[in-house]
Every structure is written in structure tokens, then in C-alpha cells.
């Protein structure tokens, strides 16, 4: 038999990782019966997105690159039928 406390976290950030280590605990905690407090510190407007991310980005970035950046070759073809 697991013993089950309460406990309180604090989030520093709530990027992508933040919001993944919420998920990992939420994922984590299910079932448990323990109750945890979870404090987040966030500046953005958009948590989870952070500034990477941000809905407001140029729409060229949407991959958090510009686009100069990606390079895709095109396919090569050995005359073979």
C-alpha cells in the first residue's frame, strides 16, 4: 500500500516544457489520490506557447525558423523506370 501526501509545485516558465512537465505530472499523479498545488510563473500573455512560440510571430515562423533557414532538396532520380 503506497502512502499518498500533498504537495505544492511551482512552475517557473510555462513554455512548451513547463506546459509538458505538467502534463508529465498531471499524467504522473492520475489515479494517486495525492492532491498537488501547482503555482505557475508565466510574463507571456500566452502560457504554454511561450515567446518561441508566440501566436503572434510573423506567420513565416511558424516553425520557429525563418524560412531562409529550411532547405528542402529536391528528390534525386536514378533514371530507373
Given amino acids: 500500500m503506497s502512502e499518498t ?3 505544492r509545485i511551482a512552475i517557473i516558465g510555462m513554455g512548451p ?3 509538458g512537465a505538467v502534463e508529465a505530472l498531471a499524467e504522473r499523479m492520475n489515479g ?3 492532491k498537488v498545488r501547482i503555482d505557475l ?5 500566452v502560457p ?3 515567446p518561441n512560440f508566440s501566436p503572434r510571430q510573423n506567420t513565416l515562423c511558424l516553425l520557429n525558423v525563418p524560412n531562409r533557414e529550411i532547405a528542402i532538396a529536391a528528390p534525386s532520380y536514378n ?3
Fill in 79 to 81: 533514371g530507373a523506370r
Fill in 41 to 45: 510563473f508565466e510574463p507571456s500573455a
Fill in 17 to 19: 516544457r513547463g506546459l
Fill in 32 to 34: 494517486s489520490g495525492a
Fill in 48 to 50: 504554454g506557447a511561450g
Fill in 5 to 7: 501526501h500533498d504537495c
